[in-house]
């Protein structure tokens, strides 16, 4: 099966080795995205929804960037520092879902980058290629 790999303009050097989104047969894998800059700077530091908004506004970017929109996640893995900024993930998440919602879990971790508070990766379907 072909794959496409998704990189939006503007992407900065990845901190490992990966791509921000595989599309393959349809379905688009945007990798686990950390509130981070060009540089690999974490962003908003001690915000959590600041950095949720930048995370989510890096997936849209992957998603569109492969032809699609937030309406076609289906499926989002989410990772937290701590509990206490999960209201703050939640306001910010549901701006970027209004309607039905992508299926999801979350749960608490330590995160590769010390100061990011929140890592989601995604999955869209996109539909079969023509």
């Known amino acids: 099966m072909p794959k496409t ?3 939006p ?3 900065g050097k990845p901190i490992a080795p990966y791509v ?3 599309l393959a047969d349809g379905v688009l894998y945007v990798s686990g995205t950390l509130p981070l800059d060009a540089e690999a ?3 908003h530091e001690g915000d959590a929804g600041a950095q949720t908004r930048h995370v989510l ?3 849209k970017g992957v998603v569109e960037a492969a032809g699609g929109s937030m309406d076609d ?3 989002n893995h989410i990772f937290l520092k701590d509990w206490a900024d999960y209201g703050a993930i939640n306001a910010v998440y549901a701006e970027y879902f209004p309607g039905e919602k992508p299926a999801r879990y979350c749960i608490q971790c330590g995160l590769v980058k010390p100061t990011a508070l929140v890592e989601i990766a995604s999955v ?3 539909g079969k290629p023509a």
């Open 5 to 7: 790999v998704v990189i």
């Open 9 to 11: 303009p503007g992407t």
């Open 20 to 22: 921000p989104g595989t």
């Open 41 to 43: 700077n974490v962003v």
């Open 57 to 59: 506004e890096t997936i």
């Open 73 to 75: 996640v289906t499926f």
């Open 124 to 126: 869209a379907h996109l």
